[in-house]
């Protein structure tokens, strides 16, 4: 018999009690989710992550004590895949969450509906951006990167690879459909980093959408039309009435 395949391990901070249960509640029913620690502030975040190490972490910005991107800025990049869950943003708060390498976006109000999907999507190595804060995120970037010229004098070659990227597609799978190596896509990615001043691709990708050097993706850095079968508010409604449930025994 073959083993099983791993599940993928979570990790939700946030302050909200109520939303952590909900959203336990809706992760633990997929099959190949597992939520393996949960925490209230940036403080648990540090020990989430040295002690557990999830695959993805779910992440409110603003939580007492350490806040969500003080405690994000202490942690390795690649030590986890990191989603900022918020109900809103500020413009330098996102380009922050960005520059520290997190991989997604998304709206608390639209979770139901699309985390299931953003989070393997992440674990796919895309990117993942509400459409609700696309083009803010964009502008935002934008506005925060260095001073360069609109097009930064890209080659075509690296136009295609930005193209490509946009998409919210691999390396490999660029590297497949531009009949290039790998590192040749890693070369390309390099230059473009240098060229931009973006220091991860989803901020490369915001950055060139602002710029008008990509059009905005069908797929890999929006959640457009995602849905799931169990909406956020369901889930949160029945973490209430086990809540009253245990209170009344």
Request: proline share 5%.
């Amino acid at each position: 018999m073959e083993d099983p395949e791993p599940r993928i391990r979570i990790a939700i901070v946030d302050d909200h009690a109520v939303l952590r249960d909900a959203l336990t509640h809706l992760l633990e029913s997929e099959p190949d989710f597992q939520v393996s620690g949960v925490g209230a502030d940036g403080a648990d975040l540090l020990r989430i992550v040295q002690e557990i190490r999830p695959d993805v972490l779910l992440l409110d910005v603003a939580m007492p004590k350490v806040s969500g991107l003080d405690a994000l800025a202490r942690i390795p990049r690649e030590a986890t895949r990191v989603i900022v869950l918020t109900a809103s943003i500020a413009e330098r708060d996102l380009v922050r969450a960005l520059r520290l390498g997190a991989r997604g976006i998304v709206l608390k109000k639209t979770a139901g509906r699309v985390l299931v999907e953003t989070i393997r999507r992440v674990m796919d190595g895309r990117c993942v951006i509400d459409p609700e804060v696309l083009s803010t995120a964009a502008q935002a970037v934008s506005e925060a990167s260095q001073p360069q010229a609109p097009s930064f004098r890209l080659t075509p070659r690296e136009h295609d690879v930005l193209t490509a990227i946009a998409q919210g597609v691999t390396n490999r799978v660029v590297a497949q459909s531009l009949s290039l190596s790998i590192e040749t896509v890693k070369h390309h990615l390099t230059s473009l980093f240098e060229k931009t001043g973006a220091s991860t691709r989803l901020e490369l990708v915001l950055l060139a959408i602002d710029r008008g050097l990509v059009r905005p993706p069908d797929r890999g850095c929006t959640t457009s039309r995602m849905t799931h079968r169990v909406d956020l508010s369901t889930a949160i409604a029945r973490s209430r009435r086990l809540a009253r449930k245990e209170a009344s025994r």
